[in-house]
């Protein structure tokens, strides 16, 4: 079992920068694919960003290449998105997301991704 405890959401202007991070409770972190959802208001859950258990590759929803960069500590336990030049139709819940261990899939599918954290709201004012 893997639980996911997302972190450092909140308010930013437009241009802003913010980090958020997210924490796993497991001794096999390194095994997991990891990757980023968000979910704004009145949308679906949508791909973010997402990275290979090494962090050898990283993948990026069109809407955030190169603006977004997601990345892992792998001796922490932890993932972490970093978000530049944020706009406000960035505002969402941010979710954290596991693959089971050592099963990739396809990196932008929801469902490749077996752990689910409770999310983190950010927003982004105009």
């Known amino acids: 079992q893997v639980q996911l405890v997302e972190s450092g959401g909140g308010l930013v202007q437009a241009g802003g920068s913010l980090r958020v991070s997210c924490a796993a409770s497991?001794?096999?972190?390194?095994?997991?694919?990891m990757a980023w959802f968000r979910q704004g208001p009145g949308k679906e859950r949508d791909f973010v960003a997402a990275?290979?258990?090494?962090?050898?590759?990283?993948y990026y929803a069109d809407s955030v290449k190169g603006r977004f960069t997601i990345s892992r500590d792998n001796a922490k336990n932890t993932v972490y998105l970093k978000m530049n030049s944020l706009k406000p139709e960035d505002t969402a819940v941010y979710y954290c997301?596991?693959?089971?261990?050592?099963?990739?899939?396809?990196?932008?599918?929801?469902?490749?991704?077996?752990?689910w954290g409770q999310g983190t709201q950010v927003t982004v004012s105009s």
């Open positions: 997301a596991a693959a089971q261990e050592y099963n990739s899939g396809t990196y932008y599918y929801a469902g490749t991704y077996h752990y």
């Open positions: 497991t001794r096999t972190f390194s095994s997991h694919d």
């Open positions: 990275i290979t258990r090494k962090g050898g590759s990283t």
